[in-house]
């Protein structure tokens, strides 16, 4: 299993019954392949979509009905569409129970950096901003380490998208949790020891006596 | 009823330089392409831009980046038109960045007569720089004032002669609430059909919001 789905899969199993999300691009997208049976988990897309379906057959792509990032998607049997105004009201008034999306930088209180490496990367915010401060859980998914370095750390140096909003990390190494007293190591990914974690990562975190692997 | 079915050249005559524009789309998905491809010909300048993004450089917006016909660009996401990063790094085109959900409170803000908006969007990041902040029950929030526009121009898919407009899955994005936050509204339809034929209950803009229909001439 490579790094992406060991990750989207544990961010999936977060999911309960009766959840709407919102996946970003990349990683977080793939969440919706693992989307444990038997639950109902209900798709938003900020550009207008509640109850976004997967990509459709080759040949029958509606120009007029895509995700977030511009790629073609469907629509599931009794979704809906609606305009940015509705789409975030949804999103700003707390209707979306978590927000997935990747991470430049988030610190050990919840601070999030995923927008702009100033003079190098300024692709602007988009609705990440918005995502992060109105969805009631806030799950970022991504690599543990920049080409091994630290992405989880004690303060951001990146701009910031969100302050003290990350509920939840899902990393290639492991789950962690942001909680009012600091992170705390929930779960090791297969094969990782909780010494590598903490080489691979600059923020301080609380090891419990429970730590387990990850069910993935 | 007043005739509201212009030519494609009329409309673009009705857009001049230095005009502050709302353009609706997402990525280009729902945009008035065909204005755009025909603003890009006709090389109208210096406009103020209000949109989502600035979508590809071959594709709507893109198209008018490209040409250099905008000053001043107003949105919250050029990553997919890497023309936009360019002359906003080189300062050839200013570029304010909003997030999504801001751009759209602030649009709708400008269509139906409110002040601005509370938001609790942006506080304690560079989104705040220059803002009032105000709490309200011990919440954090911005002001972000309205948003208004000298012409929108949207795109829907089906329009009746009166104009008012239906859209077609996520073609509807931002054109609704531009519709209503500028002085002059410009359509383009994908078809035009009779009044009468849209049911009220699924008119999504009303037609006293719509000055102008561009008729793209599809039929169903």
């Given amino acids: ?216 | 009823m007043r005739n509201k079915i212009i030519s494609m050249e009329e409309a673009v005559g009705l857009i001049k330089d230095n005009m502050t524009v709302m353009v609706g789309g997402f990525l280009g998905c729902g945009g008035p392409n065909a204005i755009l491809e025909e603003m890009a010909k006709n090389g109208t300048k210096d406009l103020t831009v209000i949109a989502n993004d600035t979508a590809f450089p071959e594709v709507g917006l893109g198209k008018l980046i490209v040409s250099k016909q905008i000053k001043h660009m107003i949105c919250s996401h050029i990553g997919t038109n890497k023309e936009t990063g360019r002359q906003m790094n080189a300062g050839e085109t200013k570029v304010t960045l909003q997030p999504q959900g801001t751009l759209a409170g602030q649009i709708r803000a400008g269509g139906v007569g409110t002040g601005g908006f509370l938001t609790p969007t942006g506080v304690g990041t560079e989104v705040e720089k220059g803002k009032n902040k105000l709490v309200m029950d011990g919440v954090e929030y911005l002001l972000e004032t309205p948003l208004k526009a000298k012409v929108a121009l949207i795109h829907a898919w089906k329009v009746d002669k009166k104009g008012n407009a239906v859209y077609r899955r996520t073609s509807r994005n931002f054109n609704p609430i531009m519709a209503m936050a500028a002085e002059t509204v410009i359509c383009e339809a994908e078809q035009v059909v009779e009044v009468g034929e849209i049911d009220p209950d699924y008119v999504m803009t009303p037609a006293i919001f719509i000055d102008y229909i561009v008729d793209l001439g599809g039929t169903n």
């Fill in chain 1, 1 to 216: 299993m490579d790094a992406k789905e060991l990750i989207a899969r544990r961010v999936a199993l977060e999911l309960k019954d009766g959840d709407v999300v919102n996946l970003g691009i990349g990683t977080p997208t793939l969440v919706a392949n693992y989307i444990p049976k038997g639950i109902d988990v209900t798709i938003q897309s900020e550009n207008g979509i509640m109850g976004l379906g997967p990509k459709p057959p080759e040949g029958e792509e509606d120009p007029d009905l895509i995700n977030a990032g511009g790629g073609y998607v469907t629509i599931e049997t009794g979704g809906s569409t609606f305009d940015s105004a509705m789409s975030f009201g949804i999103i700003r008034g707390g209707h979306v129970d978590m927000t997935v999306l990747g991470a430049l930088q988030v610190a050990q209180n919840g601070d999030l950096a995923n927008w702009k490496v100033p003079g190098k990367m300024v692709p602007g915010m988009g609705g990440a901003m918005d995502l992060v401060t109105g969805a009631k859980r806030v799950c970022i998914a991504m690599t543990h380490t920049q080409k091994g370095a630290p992405k989880i750390l004690k303060s951001c140096t990146l701009p910031l998208t969100a302050v003290g909003k990350v509920t939840d990390i899902v990393t290639d190494m492991a789950y962690m949790i942001v909680t009012p007293s600091g992170l705390v190591l929930r779960e090791l990914a297969p094969g990782v020891t909780v010494e590598d974690v903490q080489a691979a990562t600059e923020a301080a975190f609380v090891v419990p006596d429970d730590v387990k692997v990850m069910a993935v």
